[in-house]
T-cell receptor, first 113, second 112 residues
Framework: DTAVSQTPKYLVTQMGNDKSIKCEQN?????MYWYKQDSKKFLKIMFS???????INETVPNRFSPKSPDKAHLNLHINSLELGDSAVYFCASSRDHSTDTQYFGPGTRLTVL | KQEVTQIPAALSVPEGENLVLNCSFTDSAIYNLQWFRQDPGKGLTSLLL?????REQTSGRLNASLDKSSGRSTLYIAASQPGDSATYLC???????????FGTGTRLTVIP
């Protein structure tokens, strides 16, 4: 009964490839997020979706495209992977997008060779 | 733009000591502030959330305070244990931004 789950946990791939990371939450939350944690462990928001609609899109290259097929899922697709995309990507969810606690998934460690 | 700073970056204490972790933020227009714990190679676990109207929150040996006007929060850990060793992150949910701005974290080591 994992609250926020991500797959895969580890992803190693070559530069130029296209890959996807999946996220699912079973908490019944309306809002989901993607964060990137870089090599210095700094966490930064990438995207936020509320009820399947994009709310936030920070300065993220358009090679990154989130897809929300329903409220419980927010997948992250990355085209033409670059070395600098190597990081840990965290999915999170919350009941709403302002006042509630955010619950995080276990993270996906992406390594681009 | 909101900036969140945590001091110190790393802290080592002997088991049983009480300790305080500090967090400061530049824009006081926030919905809430949240403290997280991150174990190596793991995700984030929410510890405490303080709404902007609150001054403090307590959970077990943890107590978090918030002084919104001065842009500061502290996380107090009583009677520290080796199992408390982790990185502690504070994050502010800024009004109008609808996402969390994270600090760089404090890496805590509790020595048995």
């Amino acid at each position: 009964d994992t609250a926020v789950s991500q797959t895969p946990k580890y992803l190693v791939t070559q530069m130029g490839n296209d890959k996807s990371i999946k996220c699912e939450q079973n908490l019944g939350h309306d809002t989901m997020y993607w964060y990137k944690q870089d090599s210095k462990k700094f966490l930064k928001i990438m995207f936020s979706y509320n009820n399947k609609e994009l709310i936030i899109n920070e300065t993220v290259p358009n090679r990154f495209s989130p897809k929300s097929p329903d409220k419980a899922h927010l997948n992250l697709h990355i085209n033409s992977l670059e070395l600098g995309d190597s990081a840990v990507y965290f999915c999170a969810s919350s009941r709403d997008h302002s006042t509630d606690t955010q619950y995080f998934g276990p993270g996906t460690r992406l390594t681009v060779l | 733009k909101q900036e969140v700073t945590q001091i110190p970056a790393a802290l080592s204490v002997p088991e049983g000591e009480n300790l305080v972790l500090n967090c400061s933020f530049t824009d006081s227009a926030i919905y809430n502030l949240q403290w997280f714990r991150q174990d190596p190679g793991k995700g984030l676990t929410s510890l405490l959330l303080i709404q902007s109207s609150q001054r403090e929150q307590t959970s077990g040996r943890l107590n978090a305070s918030l002084d919104k006007s001065s842009g500061r929060s502290t996380l107090y850990i009583a009677a520290s244990q080796p199992g408390d060793s982790a990185t502690y992150l504070c994050a502010v949910n800024q009004t109008g931004a609808n996402n969390l701005f994270f600090g760089t974290g404090t890496r805590l080591t509790v020595i048995p």
